[in-house]
Nanobody, 121 residues
Framework: QVTLVESGGGLVQTGGSLRLSCAAS????????VGWFRQAPGKEREFVAA????????YYADSVKGRFTISRVNAKNTVFLQMNSLKPEDTAVYYC??????????????WGQGTQVTVSS
């Protein structure tokens, strides 16, 4: 069993930065890949970024490549999403999820409650 708690969301101006954290409980967290997803009002949830269990592989949606960076510190059971050059269209509730699979094809078993990110124009 893995429990995920996101933090770090907030209100930021266009061009600003935020760092989201996903803190996990559970002894096996380091064996899971972790993904970040987001859902804006009236839209479907979309993939943002993912990282393999070791941190050796990362994957990004085209819309955030070059602006967002996903990383993890397994010793602290934490995954981060550094978001730079934020745009109003990045406004959404951001969720982290833990799952398993290979080569970026992950099935997510555990989800956090989400953290709101609002980018003002």
């Amino acid at each position: 069993q893995v429990t995920l708690v996101e933090s770090g969301g907030g209100l930021v101006q266009t061009g600003g930065s935020l760092r989201l954290s996903c803190a996990a409980s559970g002894r096996t967290f380091s064996s899971y890949a972790v993904g970040w997803f987001r859902q804006a009002p009236g839209k479907e949830r979309e993939f943002v970024a993912a990282i393999s269990w070791s941190g050796g592989s990362t994957y990004y949606a085209d819309s955030v490549k070059g602006r967002f960076t996903i990383s993890r510190v397994n010793a602290k059971n934490t995954v981060f999403l550094q978001m730079n050059s934020l745009k109003p269209e990045d406004t959404a509730v951001y969720y982290c999820a833990a799952g398993r699979g290979i080569a970026g094809r992950y099935e997510y078993d555990y989800w956090g409650q989400g953290t709101q990110v609002t980018v003002s124009s």
